[in-house]
């Protein structure tokens, strides 16, 4: 069974830095994709960037140049650096993976596992 479990949220002022983090467990395929994904209040939940085994990563442009996503494969922790934040970062994180290969659209509905979600919230 596969289980996501997120941490590293919380509060931090316009142009400052969090770190996400994601424990996965149960992950055996051969191939797969993890990411990130935010929603903000009202709003379908959207991509923030993604990364496989090989070390790919793809990022929605919003976030280009301030996150970085990167992953322990040995432990199978999944790691979301976000600098420069802003109040529009505001939102809640989720860690999710699918199967096989990660798809050019970050699109949520393409990805069967997710964690609970841990809020980040970006003043001014």
């Known amino acids: 069974q596969v289980r996501l479990v997120e941490s590293g949220g919380g509060s931090v002022q316009a142009g400052g830095s969090l770190r996400l983090s994601c424990a996965a467990s149960g992950l055996t395929y051969s191939r797969y994709c993890m990411g990130w994904f935010r929603q903000f209040p009202g709003k379908d939940r959207e991509g923030v960037a993604t990364?496989?085994?090989?070390?790919?990563?793809s990022y929605t442009d919003s976030v280009k140049g301030r996150f970085t996503i990167s992953q322990d494969n040995a432990k199978n922790n999944l790691y979301l650096q976000m600098n420069n934040m802003q109040p529009e970062d505001t939102g809640a994180y989720y860690c999710?993976?699918?199967?096989?290969?990660?798809?050019?659209?970050?699109?949520?509905?393409?990805?069967?596992?997710w964690g609970q979600g841990t809020q980040v919230t970006v003043s001014s």
């Open positions: 990364t496989d085994i090989n070390g790919h990563t």
């Open positions: 999710a993976a699918r199967s096989w290969f990660c798809l050019p659209a970050l699109r949520p509905s393409d990805y069967g596992y």
